[in-house]
T-cell receptor
Framework: AQKVTQAQTEISVVEKEDVTLDCVYE???????LFWYKQPPSGELVFLIR??????QNEISGRYSWNFQKSTSSFNFTITASQVVDSAVYFC????????????FGDGTTLTVKP | DVKVTQSSRYLVKRTGEKVFLECVQDMDHENMFWYRQDPGLGLRLIYFSYDVKMKEKGDIPEGYSVSREKKERFSLILESASTNQTSMYLCASRSGLLHNEQFFGPGTRLTVL
């Protein structure tokens, strides 16, 4: 069965600090997809990034970067120079080819960035 | 601009009432999902539908049913609401391919008294 663990329930940082959100997954499938979503205080989840199991290349998008390591089954998300607007709940999710299109979400990490 | 809309942002119902939560997407997506979100429990899948009139149970289907008569609309039904169904309900849609992201609605916060 697929499983996603986000061990950090809540993180609080001061603006301009760097912060890393951890995501560890379990799967028996060789073909799978990992996602990060952001849920701001307004409530609507927004897609941030996707990675497939055959692409371990890390990605940087502005202040955001993602580190995917199959060896440790991790897909971590780093925000550099955090801002107050980064305050949100962040979810990591996993979709397996063998699981009929269903996604499994982690419990989420609540990030608070203080001015 | 792509969109998933949900019929209500806030809803208050009484125990035993039949409750309908409606979700509409305008992206012609094949897949639609209903989740509930509770503090500390993340998003849990209730039901999903991969085509019109097709549905599959998620992780927590007990006490819920769904209806998908048209491609754009996916309804979640609480046949007899109970207080433990007080929660935030999120609808999402996705085009057919597994690697695509889900698009979420704004959520319905349901309170059952």
């Amino acid at each position: 069965a697929q499983k996603v663990t986000q061990a950090q329930t809540e993180i609080s940082v001061v603006e301009k600090e760097d912060v890393t959100l951890d995501c560890v997954y379990e799967t028996r499938d060789t073909t799978y997809y990992l996602f990060w979503y952001k849920q701001p205080p307004s409530g609507e989840l927004v897609f941030l990034i996707r990675r497939n199991s055959f692409d371990e290349q890390n990605e940087i998008s502005g202040r955001y970067s993602w580190n995917f390591q199959k060896s440790t089954s991790s897909f971590n998300f780093t925000i550099t120079a955090s801002q107050v607007v980064d305050s949100a709940v962040y979810f990591c999710a996993l979709s397996e080819r063998t699981n009929a299109g269903k996604s499994t979400f982690g419990d989420g990490t609540t990030l608070t960035v203080k001015p | 601009d792509v969109k998933v809309t949900q019929s209500s942002r806030y809803l208050v119902k009484r125990t035993g009432e039949k409750v309908f939560l409606e979700c509409v997407q305008d992206m012609d997506h094949e897949n639609m999902f209903w989740y509930r979100q509770d503090p500390g429990l993340g998003l849990r899948l209730i039901y999903f539908s991969y085509d019109v009139k097709m549905k599959e149970k998620g992780d927590i289907p007990e006490g819920y049913s769904v209806s998908r008569e048209k491609k754009e609309r996916f309804s979640l039904i609480l046949e007899s609401a109970s207080t433990n169904q007080t929660s935030m309900y999120l609808c999402a849609s996705r085009s057919g391919l597994l690697h695509n992201e889900q698009f979420f609605g704004p959520g319905t916060r349901l309170t059952v008294l």
